[in-house]
T-cell receptor, first 114, second 112 residues
Framework: DGGITQSPKYLFRKEGQNVTLSCEQN?????MYWYRQDPGQGLRLIYY???????QKGDIAEGYSVSREKKESFPLTVTSAQKNPTAFYLC?????????????FGPGTRLTVT | GQQVMQIPQYQHVQEGEDFTTYCNSS?????IQWYKQRPGGHPVFLIQ?????EVKKQKRLTFQFGEAKKNSSLHITATQTTDVGTYFC????????????FGTGTLLAVQP
């Protein structure tokens, strides 16, 4: 089955620790995205990548870092510099230039930092 | 900056009643998409609107894109319990980045 996988589903960390969230897709999509969702709020874009080895900051990139070394993978690191890291993190992918450029979302990772 | 406002934030209806959520952008959109997120789930794409004044239907769901391409609406006729979830609009402004800007979403609760 084609799709996006995120692991783990739940993640707990102590304050001051960096943590990396995994995102893998086998849809052969060029573009990948990381969003953050807080209760009662919409999806806010953290980082996006339109092609391998390239990525751009989204609206709330501070305290986060990403890499895009492979087309299939777009891991997100939440660093200790992120002041409020507890949130639901969603990864998505899309294929630009295909007319309807819908985004396919993974199941998400719920990160709790105490 | 570019923002997409969505109202209402929450709507509670009796099963069988109609429901509408509205999206507004201060600047013209190149297109708009709608997503549905079930409780505990992830957003799933519903539809994309591109043309000024476009209207599209999916069974009981009717989607509209305003003439000025700055607003959009989703109307559900005769809601069912399966319609429960958060509905997001997401506007695309075009240009080099081509990224989506999501609205804050409308949480729909349906009482049987």
């Amino acid at each position: 089955d084609g799709g996006i996988t995120q692991s783990p589903k739940y993640l707990f960390r102590k304050e001051g620790q960096n943590v990396t969230l995994s995102c893998e897709q086998n849809l052969n999509h060029d573009a990948m995205y990381w969003y953050r969702q807080d209760p009662g709020q919409g999806l806010r874009l953290i980082y996006y990548s339109q092609i391998v080895n390239d990525f751009q900051k989204g609206d709330i990139a501070e305290g986060y870092s990403v890499s895009r070394e492979k087309k299939e993978s777009f891991p997100l690191t939440v660093t200790s510099a992120q002041k409020n890291p507890t949130a639901f993190y969603l990864c998505a992918s899309s294929m630009p230039g295909q007319g309807i450029e819908e985004q396919y979302f993974g199941p998400g990772t719920r990160l709790t930092v105490t | 900056g570019q923002q997409v406002m969505q109202i209402p934030q929450y709507q509670h209806v009796q099963e069988g009643e109609d429901f509408t959520t509205y999206c507004n952008s201060s600047t013209t959109l190149s297109n708009i998409q709608w997503y549905k997120q079930r409780p505990g789930g992830h957003p799933v794409f519903l539809i994309q609107l591109v043309k000024s004044g476009e209207v599209k239907k999916q069974k009981r769901l009717t989607f509209q894109f305003g003439e000025a391409k700055k607003n959009s609406s989703l109307h559900i006729t005769a809601t069912q319990t399966t319609d429960v979830g958060t509905y997001f609009c997401a506007g695309r402004y075009g240009g080099a980045t081509n990224k989506l800007i999501f609205g804050t979403g409308t949480l729909l609760a349906v009482q049987p």
